[in-house]
């Protein structure tokens, strides 16, 4: 398999890429995705990932594949974005606790002879969230950065009832979709 392009800050899509030994690079695409003012979910992140790649390309070349990718977390049919502070985090996952709640993540693949697109969604149903466990965890810091300052991986998986889809989608990379698809670059 050819190394390739990670177009995204993300630590989580870094660590989803060595966790199935991918050989990869991570650049910043230097797309801002909050320019974007959709309200539909799968819009929103069908477009911030297609914002992400054109940026990618307009500053770099395909000389090595490049894989760009953005989630969105849903609840109540409203888009739950990065919190911009703890109180803002704790509303998001308040929305979250005893809820339904639709992770979607877009990723888009280019190499110079093949292309890939895949948007997919997985759905959490959450138990009440604790109370002393949500502050420990919004004084912890690890919600930063998160979509819908959602951890699945982390404080929310001890929460969830019921679970349609794949994990790596909620965390924000379909590794699973993916990887057949690395050997076509």
Not at 2 to 28: C, M, N, P, W, Y
Not at 161 to 169: D, I
Request: hydrophobic share 35%; net charge negative; glycine share 6%.
């Amino acid at each position: 398999m050819q190394q390739i392009v990670l177009g995204s800050s993300s630590q989580t899509r870094a660590e989803i890429l060595k966790a199935h030994g991918i050989d990869f690079i991570q650049r910043e695409c230097g797309f801002d995705e909050e320019q974007l003012s959709l309200e539909n979910p799968a819009h929103f992140v069908y477009h911030a990932t297609k914002g992400k790649m054109q940026s990618y390309r307009e500053r770099y070349d395909l000389e090595l594949p490049v894989l760009c990718a953005d989630t969105v977390v849903t609840a109540n049919g409203k888009i739950l974005r990065k919190a911009k502070d703890v109180e803002d985090a704790r509303r998001i996952l308040e929305l979250q606790s005893g809820n339904t709640v639709s992770i979607l993540t877009c990723m888009m693949y280019q190499s110079k002879t093949f292309e890939l697109m895949d948007l997919s969604a997985t759905h959490y149903r959450f138990k009440p969230f604790d109370k002393a466990s949500l502050d420990a965890y919004l004084e912890g810091n690890e919600w930063r950065g998160k979509a819908g300052a959602c951890m699945v991986e982390g404080f929310c998986k001890s929460y969830i009832q019921e679970v349609v889809g794949l994990e790596s989608t909620a965390m924000g990379l379909s590794i699973e979709k993916l990887i057949p698809f690395l050997t076509y670059s």
